[in-house]
């Protein structure tokens, strides 16, 4: 087996314990994996400063000096580890409250040692409090001078010793044990040249162990270069593909049902847009070339209707339709809305989510296959083989940004020819960025809300003026209105965030208590039956409050619920928090989104709330959140989602992402399919890419 392949585990010094974590936290499952873990900044060690020489307003220092006395000082109140470093300019003193006994042990009186930290002021004397400290004399230390990666980590990793450090000694390890001819250069030397980029296995040493920063940087540039490269040949390539195909399926006939639904089912009036769009969408059908177009309209513009209606078309000639959700929440709200909507019309509709077992199933599926049902609603269940359908015609993907490229090219193989593909988003991104990510979209946008909404106002309050708000969610309620309060539950096992809101929940009770009152809750962890019986309470007018977690995220449209109280407001990102805002708003009634945060906010945090309460623009909401998210926020990556980069960010990198199309596209445009050989190493890299991400696709 090739070195990178190797399991985690397997890696010298990581052990089963360690494995579990990495895999669980960072996903590195193999040594290629831990690879592609980057760090996202670096310090400079390369120089020692003296004691003596150590500036007042320093960032950063690194010390090497013997270690001449260490114990504990202070009373009761301020215990602290305190330790004298002397070298032969100075003396200073090394500071810790915690972790006394494992430093005392890992440390010897008399030693040298090489200390980094950031010298702070104490009674007009300086120290470093919890600085690194590494002895000198071992022989990873040498290697731990110089220019260092700082890595991004979580708090179990460095629970087990894997922070930044102990990532840092893993992976000079494995740079040790790699051997240099199993990281095969994979852009073509035409390529390489002409951006000057340094060798691939170059970069995958110095970006984890430069010998300087001009390396460091050099290495960040040919990494970067590679993943947006890489990522528009594929690109580029699937349209190749399909240009190759024989041409769209077209509908001709607009008649039958399209013109009963929208004559005599529909019961408001769409607007420009909406119909601007439909036309858009019609001409594209007709055009018989494969329709790939991405529809983004902010949250509540009245997207799914244009689906329906599309797909409308496609049943009016004949043709299959399915309709792609990224949960089953969503789904089953999009099967209600679509079956009520089309009641007593031809159509047949069914959910395929992966709840839908047994008899039914295997009903519904042999009802695709033959062609019976001409609407299927689902999650990616609909993307399992065991999906086959007569003639796919149209594929409707809501909320894209949530399914990758695979996952879509997966849906295509369902018919002897490529279906046409909708593809819809509530997070908007800006139109040339699009084009460029997607190469081959074609976008619409829905920019203008159905009439008779009236902005909602948003306001930001801390915590401690809770009382206030009661009282005006009081009034709000004497005025027959409803109100949402939402809890953060990022992870639906979390128990910390389950207690917060069942207290949050028994706090409202008491203000609000019954018979005057109805308060219902609505969690993750609940039965389905139950949440439906409490939602359909709400609906109903029958609950004042609903408490719940992000579940209602996706949940039903409620026109007479106007406040949207949201707690531990920086919690949460800001496409989310517009996304929760948008479940207010929707009737005629001034609507309003309360913020509640701590009263200690991080610089961030505060300029997401400032955002949310400034402005109501999918737009500018979605462009402020990407250019808040760095690539070291890993949890903001992950969120993000909408482009999978592990190192490039393509609201900062967008120059070299241009260039990067400009690149791909030359190759392909003297050689489509990737034949030549000086070619080669980049086809086999994309085949073995592929090949992962299909498994991949299949069992999440
Ligand atoms: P989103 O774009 O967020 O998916 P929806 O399609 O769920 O939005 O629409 C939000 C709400 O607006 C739904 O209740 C829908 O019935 C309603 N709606 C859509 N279009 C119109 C319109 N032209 N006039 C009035 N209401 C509309
Ligand atoms: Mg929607």
């Known amino acids: 087996m090739a070195y990178l392949d190797r399991p985690i585990e397997y890696v010298k010094g990581v052990g089963p314990q360690r494995a579990d974590l990495l895999k669980k936290e960072l996903q590195i499952f193999t040594v290629a994996d831990l690879l592609q873990h980057y760090p996202f900044r670096y310090v400079d060690r390369t120089r020692f400063t003296l004691i003596r020489d150590i500036p007042a307003d320093t960032q950063y220092v690194q010390l090497r000096g013997r270690l001449i006395t260490l114990g504990e000082v202070g009373g009761a109140s301020g215990k602290r580890l305190s330790g004298i470093l002397q070298d032969s300019s100075g003396m200073i003193e090394l500071v810790w409250f915690k972790g006394f006994r494992w430093i005392t042990r890992a440390l010897s009186v008399g030693d040298e040692y090489i200390v980094f930290g950031k010298p702070s002021y104490f009674q007009n004397r300086l120290n470093l409090v919890h600085p690194e400290i ?75 162990h430069p010998p300087g920063e001009k390396e460091a940087n050099e290495a960040i540039r040919r990494l970067k270069f590679e993943e947006l490269f890489l990522s528009q040949v594929s690109i580029l390539q699937l349209k190749v593909g399909r240009r190759q195909h024989a041409s769209g399926y077209i509908f001709q006939n607009i008649s039958n049902v399209f013109n009963q639904f929208y004559h005599q089912h529909l019961k408001f009036e769409l607007t420009a847009a909406q119909k601007r769009v439909l036309r858009e969408i019609r001409q594209d059908v007709l055009s018989g070339k494969q329709m790939n177009r991405l529809l983004q309209g902010d949250v509540g513009s009245g997207k799914t209707i244009v689906a329906l209606m599309s797909m409308l078309m496609a049943v009016d000639n004949g043709y299959q339709c399915c309709m792609m959700a990224p949960t089953e929440i969503l789904a089953q709200q999009h099967y209600r809305n679509i079956t009520s909507m089309l009641a007593g019309l031809p159509v047949k509709t069914e959910l395929i989510t992966s709840s839908v077992k047994g008899k039914a199933r295997k009903f519904i599926l042999q009802g695709l296959q033959t062609g019976e049902v001409h609407i299927a609603v689902g999650t990616h269940a609909l993307i399992e083989e065991a999906v086959q359908f007569d003639n796919l015609g149209l594929v409707v993907i809501d909320e894209q940004h949530r399914f990758g490229v695979a996952q879509r090219a997966a849906l295509w193989e369902k018919s002897e020819h490529p279906p046409h593909i909708l593809v819809m988003t509530a997070t908007p991104i800006p139109r040339t960025l699009a084009m460029t990510l997607y190469g081959d979209l074609d976008v619409s946008v829905i920019d203008e809300l159905p009439p008779g909404r009236t902005p909602v106002i948003t306001r930001h309050i801390y915590e401690s003026r809770r009382l206030a708000l009661f009282g005006f969610l009081r009034d709000q309620i004497r005025q027959g209105r409803q109100v949402y309060v939402v809890y953060p539950l990022i992870d639906e096992s979390e128990k910390l965030d389950l207690k917060n809101l069942m207290e949050g929940y028994e706090a409202i009770i008491r203000q609000f208590p019954p018979p005057a009152y109805s308060v219902g809750v609505l969690h993750g962890r609940m039965k389905p039956e139950d949440k439906e019986l409490e939602m359909q309470r709400f609906v109903k007018g029958e609950t004042q409050i609903m ?39 929707r009737g005629a009634s001034q609507s309003y989104c309360i913020l509640v945060s701590g009263n200690k906010l991080s610089s961030e945090a505060k300029k997401r709330l400032q955002t949310m309460v400034e402005t109501q623009d999918g737009f500018l909401i979605a462009e402020t959140d990407m250019h808040m998210r760095g690539p070291g926020d890993i949890e903001g990556t992950r969120q993000s989602g909408i482009m999978n980069f592990r190192i490039a960010d393509i609201t900062k990198d967008a120059a070299m992402l241009t260039e990067a199309r400009k690149a791909a596209q030359a190759i392909l445009e003297i050689d489509p399919h990737l034949l030549l050989p000086r070619h080669a190493a980049l086809k086999n890299f994309l085949a073995s890419r592929q090949q992962k991400a299909r498994k991949w696709s299949k069992i999440s």
Do not use: C, W
Request: glycine letters at 6%.
């Open 134 to 208: 590494e002895p000198a004399s071992t022989p990873i230390a040498e290697k731990m001078q110089g220019f260092q990666p700082v890595y991004p980590s979580t708090e179990k990793l460095k629970a087990k010793g894997l922070d930044s450090k102990g990532i840092m000694r893993m992976m000079l390890k494995v740079l040790e044990d790699l051997p240099a001819y199993e990281i095969k250069e994979n852009l073509p030397d035409e390529v390489r040249k002409q951006y000057r980029l340094i060798p691939r296995y170059e970069a995958i040493r110095y970006i984890h």
């Open 547 to 585: 408490v719940s977690t992000t579940v209602i995220e996706v949940g039903v449209d409620v026109p007479n619920a106007t406040v949207m109280v949201i707690e531990n407001a920086e919690r949460f990102g800001l496409s989310q928090l517009h996304q929760l805002r948008g479940r207010v708003g």
